[in-house]
């Protein structure tokens, strides 16, 4: 866990193409999921972002996923993307 996490913040820092957010909630704004966009891989063409998201157990069907993937979308858009797979 604790390298994956150094990973995401390299790849924030560097430019790299993945872009990792946390989905919070509740009062105490836990971590409920993820939403990870990645602007380069096999498969890729130019212009398209791939979007993986999930949600723990807990925080299903609470309608948290549809409003992360579309910010992280908006984001995507703003950095350049153009289709989303």
């Given at each position: 866990m604790e390298a994956y996490f150094r990973h995401c913040r390299e790849q924030w820092a560097t430019g790299g193409p993945l872009r990792a957010f946390g989905i919070r909630a509740g009062e105490d704004?836990?971590?409920?999921g993820t939403v990870d966009l990645r602007f380069a891989?096999?498969?890729l063409a130019?212009?398209?972002v791939n979007v993986a998201y999930?949600?723990?157990p807990a925080w299903r069907g609470r309608g948290?996923?549809?409003p992360a993937v579309l910010l992280a979308t908006r984001y995507a858009a703003d950095?350049?993307?153009?289709e989303g797979r």
């Open positions: 704004k836990i971590l409920a891989g096999e498969g130019p212009g398209q999930g949600l723990y948290l996923a549809t950095e350049g993307a153009t």
